[in-house]
């Protein structure tokens, strides 16, 4: 790694199947969009001779232009998969998208790598949503390195950048995150600024130019000497620091020169246990050049101090009866236990899965089982169903490595390595694969809940037809986008995670499904209830030719406390009305409080008591009572004041203490009764709060700007309270024959 004075002429390029778990390594890319995570991954293939300029992969082949532009949208927003070999090394690099809507491709990524190399831009620094990344690296214990890019920008700094992520993310380390190289700059150009064209490396004191386009080495200029053992001395001590031998601070302290290739092989083995993080530089190759700065010096990290699937502990595994299963670390002969990170759909081969098989070896036309249990099975609130769990056997399709937009057949996917499987028509993302003969199941990575409401309705009838399929196979594609047709507002809701992944998910509607949808208001199920005691009359007599009707009752109703639902008492005494025909009014009056006395909402909450009647010996009739029941409720509503009644929201926001005055304010302008606050972990607080929902439809966007990212929240429905007059007014004027 450090040590490294060599530029791999010939490097191997695309890869193909690995033979063991121990030649793999899987890394994640993680940043912002716009950090050049997509660019580094395109110069790393180039840099190892899978692709060339001209767009051409190392068989001959090449990618339209207009190809390559989807492709690449594609992979904008979701999880992709790029395989390259590296000294005998199978690097699968995994690009996660950078927008915040897409957190769940992001955890997939996470779940399916054994290290993350976060991209952080020297224009732009660290943002909100990086240092959320981070944390959930850290949490993980994933190994862990940073890569700065966009050193061409003229504002870049990359010893400032560098100073802000050992403050992002060294916490009570900062000497934990340490430059392996600095970047050398050539002459200015006629703007003054002065491109970077090569790198100097701290641990080996060789200078690496890439200014040809190929990696050139050289002693440094004896004037750059003292600047490069400052900062050498900074890094071997962050090394020693880490270093499981306890006597090399003494021997360094004592003014022992500590040899290179101890200090390499300390600092491989503290990258992989993620106790050091080392801070790299890399840019693409300029013009027709095969290797871009840093490119060298990223793939030996990788290969060298990122670990092998044999060094990660596989999530908790549990046979069909729930007994935990205790699995070896990728073990090729093992039992087969793989899962799938990421769900797509290909117009012409169908339902693709990525699957990172963790033991076992997978091979084409294999028979498993698929065994899921929903990633998103979270109760959201009043008429919100989780998925249930699935169960089949499936024989697994064509075994491919993806590159670009194309995919190479596999013959077997072993432990550690990941694939694409085609023809999985059952598999969901984060279900587990296993043998028939003795299925397993893989303890479920944590999704973040979608709090952003889209309403959609069928924009013709002949999407009508095709819409529940539609929505179907869409949600089994994405874990985080969740389906509910809510069975008081009859909306077909989808709950997102911002509008950018709104956006993705109508589109794929439309273009993989062919389904055309319109959004529509969101409606929030709202109740009525009375607001005191009222008494109504129910009659309903008709004569006409043969049986007339003939049922009347009267009614007392009164409030009760929240959760009561509908009481109904009856009071009739001295057979005023057959018994036969009490249960027909209590019919009649629950039919009626569905429907709504006043706006067209659930009646709730109130005691309704029967207290007299009359019958006709041949008129009356159980259908009579039925309408006489819901003509008294509709009179005593008549006479009484109505309250609407809107659910509440327990909403609790997590947001670094910088913003807790921003957040605390815009909770109370949505009508938010603040519960308290808390401190937590980071420098953050967690505020809790009341809120009517009917005001936090759009609470995912707006937090994330109020608090530029950096914030989350959950919620949880309380109860439903009477609205404030003038808003139930509006409400009112709004719903169609209310008032």
């Not at 090399?248 to 500590?258: C, F, K, N, T, V």
């Not at 006409?544 to 009164?558: D, L």
């Amino acid at each position: 790694m450090g040590d490294k004075t060599h530029a791999h002429p010939g490097a191997a390029g695309r890869a193909t199947a690995a033979d063991h778990p121990a030649s793999v390594r899987n890394a994640v890319l993680v940043g912002p969009c716009g950090s050049g995570k997509t660019t580094l991954v395109e110069a790393l293939a180039l840099s190892t001779g899978a692709v060339n300029r001209a767009g051409r992969v190392e068989d001959g082949s090449t990618v339209s232009d207009h190809d390559e532009i989807e492709h690449r949208q594609h992979r904008s927003v979701q999880l992709s998969l790029t395989p390259l070999t590296w000294d005998g090394i199978k690097i699968n690099l995994l690009d996660t998208p950078g927008y915040a809507d897409f957190v769940g491709e992001l955890r997939a990524g996470l779940r399916a790598a054994d290290a993350a190399l976060f991209v952080v831009s020297a224009a732009d620094g660290v943002d909100g949503s990086t240092r959320l990344a981070w944390e959930e690296c850290a949490a993980a214990g994933l190994p862990r390195a940073i890569v700065v890019t966009h050193l061409e920008a003229a504002r870049a700094d990359f010893e400032e950048t560098t100073r802000v992520c050992a403050e992002a993310f060294g916490g009570d380390d900062p000497d934990a995150v340490l430059p392996l190289y600095l970047p050398l700059r050539g002459a200015p150009g006629p703007d003054g600024h002065a491109p970077v064209t090569g790198l100097t490396g701290l641990l080996s004191r060789k200078l690496f130019d890439y200014a040809s386009g190929e990696r050139q080495e050289s002693d440094p200029d004896p004037g750059r000497l003292p600047g490069i053992e400052e900062a050498r001395n900074r890094l071997i001590e962050g090394i020693i620091a880490e270093s499981e031998d306890e006597t090399l601070m003494d021997r360094y302290l004592s003014g022992e020169e500590i040899d290179v290739k101890t200090l390499v092989d300390d600092l491989e083995r503290a990258v992989a246990r993620a106790a050091f993080f080392p801070v790299l530089a890399a840019a693409p190759a300029p013009g027709t050049a095969r290797q871009g700065l840093g490119t060298v010096e990223l793939l030996d990290l990788i290969t060298r101090g990122f670990p092998t699937p044999l060094e990660r502990t596989a999530p908790k595994v549990t046979a069909r009866d729930g007994t935990a299963r205790v699995l070896d670390a990728s073990d090729p002969d093992g039992p087969l236990v793989a899962e799938v990170v990421r769900t797509a759909s290909d117009p012409y081969v169908g339902r693709i899965s990525l699957v990172r098989v963790f033991s076992g070896t997978l091979h084409p036309d294999d028979t498993v089982h698929v065994c899921g249990h929903g990633l998103a099975d979270h109760a959201h609130g009043p008429g919100h169903e989780p998925r249930a769990p699935h169960e089949a056997d499936e024989r697994v399709g064509a075994l491919s490595s993806p590159f670009g937009a194309q995919q190479h057949p596999l013959t077997r996917c072993v432990a550690g390595d990941l694939a694409c499987v085609a023809k999985l028509s059952h598999a969901e993302t984060g279900d587990t694969l296993s043998a028939p003969d003795d299925p397993l199941l893989m303890e479920p990575w944590e999704m973040p809940d979608p709090l952003l409401p889209l309403a959609v309705q069928a924009h013709s009838k002949a999407d009508e037809d095709k819409l529940s399929q539609g929505l179907g196979r869409l949600a089994a594609e994405d874990p985080t986008l969740r389906l509910e047709q809510n069975p008081d507002t009859h909306q077909i809701v989808l709950w997102c995670l911002g509008e950018a992944h709104a956006d993705v998910a109508l589109e794929r509607l439309r273009s993989r499904y062919g389904v055309q949808v319109d959004v529509v208001a969101h409606r929030v199920p709202l109740r009525e209830t009375f607001a005191g005691r009222s008494a109504g009359r129910g009659r309903h007599v008709k004569q006409s030719g043969g049986h007339g009707q003939y049922a009347i009752c009267e009614i007392e109703v009164e409030p009760l406390p929240g959760g009561s639902g509908i009481e109904f008492v009856d009071k009739v005494v001295g057979g005023a009305l057959p018994r036969q025909f009490i249960p027909s009014v209590e019919k009649g009056v629950r039919a009626q409080a569905t429907k709504g006395v006043a706006a067209g909402y659930p009646l709730i909450d109130v005691r309704v008591t029967l207290l007299d009647g009359k019958a006709h010996a041949v008129d009356s009739s159980d259908a009579a009572f039925q309408t006489a029941g819901a003509l008294a409720l509709r009179e005593a509503a008549a006479d009484a004041r109505i309250h609407l009644l809107e659910p509440v929201a327990e909403v609790t926001v997590l947001v670094g203490d910088d913003y807790v005055g921003t957040v605390m304010s815009d909770l109370s302008g949505r009508r938010g009764r603040v519960l308290g606050t808390e401190q937590a972990d980071g420098g953050r607080t967690s505020v809790r709060a009341e809120v009517p929902e009917i005001e936090i439809g759009r609470y995912a966007v707006d937090l994330r700007s109020l608090s530029h990212g950096t914030a989350r929240f959950r919620r949880a429905y309380a109860r439903h309270e009477p609205m404030p007059a003038q808003v139930a007014a509006r409400i009112r004027e709004e719903t169609p024959g209310g008032g």
